[in-house]
């Protein structure tokens, strides 16, 4: 039984990024291909394609669509939400054997903001070098500072992808709490400039939005905006922050996650997730500290949720009875 790939983002593309991925290399084209395939046709390989790792979930703004302000807000949760970074030696073990056993991509953040982890350009640097073919990072841009921009360019970031959230400066402010609408606006500009002027056709850079009832309407001028500025504009649709369990759960849906079979998440402790959603870490199913990647990612606990996802027994996992990606799989693209 094959099964509709996780709706992710929706995408204007401009003619530079579409000849970009024209012209990647063999592995890439490789790895893009599982990536869909894979997780269509239930193909489980030895290791991970892709690596989601935390640099830090320590972040500058309070946007209250975030997981993380959520949890910080709540004073029954805050208490087990514990702040803190990765290590910059954890972090190069978790490099080294992935580069080891064929891991392809990384993405350094997760549910802080990956600037402002005093290493974050020496860990894009140093997967680049041990051979990771895809090195990428979410950001909202704050703390893009010029020498910054020059650092990730020159350590060899294959994509920069920029959360901006509305193209009107007071509703921008409203949502990315704690954020300036020009200066982000500049900086977002300036690291491009600063590509484009080197001569450089990496990163590749993306915009994108989270499509919520306060800026719905938006998305238009969002890509009137941001069109001739970057390479994508892109929405996702709005999901819970921290999820809750579904009363009236359609188990009858049909329906698969993607990233059982594409890419592990591993917090800035080490604790490994299996889903991006998982913010309260109720699934977790390993550790990097006390396991390996490879023995992680075919253990007991991995198995038995791909297994229940396979079978069309989501709803019989907790935390996917509070996702809102079977509802999205369905309503949506894929």
Not at 138 to 153: F, G, H, P, R, Y
Not at 261 to 284: A, H, P, T
Request: charged share 30%; with cysteine.
């Amino acid at each position: 039984m094959g099964v509709l790939i996780n709706p992710t983002y929706h995408e204007v593309i401009n003619d530079f990024a579409k000849e970009w991925e024209k012209n990647k290399c063999r592995r890439y084209k490789e790895y893009r291909k599982k990536w869909v395939e894979n997780a269509k046709n239930f193909i489980l390989e030895n290791v991970p394609l892709h690596l989601d790792i935390e640099p830090t979930n320590l972040c500058n703004l309070k946007c209250p669509m975030c997981p993380r302000t959520v949890l910080l807000n709540d004073i029954n949760k805050k208490e087990n939400f514990n702040i803190g970074s990765m290590n910059i030696d954890t972090y190069k073990k978790i490099i080294d054997e992935a580069t080891k056993i064929g891991v392809y991509s990384v993405k350094l953040n997760w549910l802080g903001e990956p600037l402002v982890h005093p290493d974050i350009v020496e860990m894009v640097r140093y997967a680049k070098n041990k051979g990771i073919v895809d090195v990428m990072l979410n950001t909202n841009a704050v703390s893009l500072t010029e020498k910054m921009a020059k650092e990730l360019i020159d350590a060899g970031l294959d994509k920069i992808f920029f959360s901006f959230d509305s193209p009107y400066k007071e509703k921008y402010e409203e949502i990315r709490v704690g954020a300036n609408y020009e200066d982000t606006l500049r900086n977002i500009k300036k690291i491009v400039k600063i590509r484009n002027e080197l001569g450089k056709t990496t990163p590749l850079t993306r915009v994108s939005m989270v499509l919520m009832e306060e800026n719905k309407d938006e998305y238009e001028e969002f890509v009137k905006l941001f069109k001739d500025i970057v390479d994508v504009v892109a929405y996702v649709e709005y999901r819970t922050p921290v999820g809750e369990d579904k009363e009236n759960v359609n188990t009858e849906m049909e329906f698969a996650c993607s990233q059982l079979w594409q890419r592990m998440f591993i917090s800035w402790n080490g604790d490994v997730l299996v889903c991006c959603v998982d913010s309260e870490k109720e699934y977790i199913v390993g550790n990097i500290h006390k396991d390996t990647i490879k023995n992680i990612w075919k253990n007991e606990k991995y198995m038995y949720i791909r297994n229940r996802h396979k079978n069309n027994k989501w709803h019989n996992i907790k935390i996917c009875r509070k996702c809102d990606l079977p509802c999205i799989t369905h309503e949506g693209s894929v």
